[in-house]
């Protein structure tokens, strides 16, 4: 596996696949992680987002897993955990807890004091929140009904030390 | 004075001098209220972003007041209240109030179930937060330290009806 913080320009359709195969994420939400690819690849390190990507081996290794992440605009050191994914084939053998800690620790180098990450109260997430429970986040917030009636979105932090 | 909803070149200028006078917004947050007016301007409805603004009388009537609004990305019947701001002179007078209104009115037209807003816990912002209980909003979260250390992102929500 290679770890790799430079953005590629194929990076754009990889992640689309990539969160695609998750089966966690909308049609709508996989735009989003796309275009946060692509006005990063066009604005560089003044989009605000900073990715971490970890590709499997050999030439043309397909992506494994990433995460995007950066500072929340307006705020002295809140950084935002905006994606992580895994792809079903690597699940259960602890990358996504290695690529957490890996985005962690590079925001507290940049001088994060505290991670925020959002997730679904909907029952097929509780795998995901019970991974943040396990990676030491604890539920900030609880906005009942925000993405539909009956799915709340669960605000998760982290202080970073 | 005169309501309207669409939007004019000069308003990105105007919404600059407006969020600037209350004294409540950072440079860097004034940068951002002015961004959503270019993006607009540049995308159209496309944007996702709404807005109504309040002229004074007269044919260069100055920009007394505005609010921009719209539905949160990948929710069903969610919207975000980014913006409202009057201008100093004209505060007091219920004006806000009637602003505040007539967004929920239509966004619930629009199919919206419930409005979001954020601001901070800080002292400075008690009038404010105060607006907002006054209008009908309750406090949905507070995120400690999220702004800064001792400064509070406080998420107010109402339901529309």
């Known amino acids: ?34 275009e946060l690819v692509d006005e990063t ?4 390190s003044a989009s605000g987002y900073e990715f971490i990507f970890v590709d499997g081996p050999g030439d043309s290794g397909a992506l494994l897993a990433y995460a995007c992440f950066g500072p929340i605009p307006a705020t002295l050191s809140s950084y935002d955990l905006y994606w992580i994914a895994v792809t079903p084939s690597q699940q259960g053998k602890g990358l996504g807890g290695q690529l957490l800690r890996e ?28 991974f943040y429970v396990r990676s030491g986040y604890k539920v900030a917030a609880t ?4 993405f539909a009636p009956g799915d709340d979105k669960v605000i ?3 202080y970073l030390v």
Chains 1, 2 share one sequence.
């Open 156 to 158: 998760f932090v982290k």
């Open 103 to 130: 985005v962690e620790r590079s925001a507290h180098l940049s001088g994060a004091t505290q991670m925020f990450l959002d997730t679904s109260g909907r029952q097929q997430y509780a795998p995901t929140r019970a």
């Open 1 to 34: 596996m290679l770890w790799r913080r430079a953005l590629r320009k194929s990076d754009a359709t990889a992640v689309r696949v990539l969160v695609g195969e998750t089966g966690f994420f909308s049609e709508e939400e996989q735009q989003v992680a796309v």
């Open 143 to 146: 906005l009942q009904d925000f």
């Open 41 to 44: 690849l066009l604005h560089g």
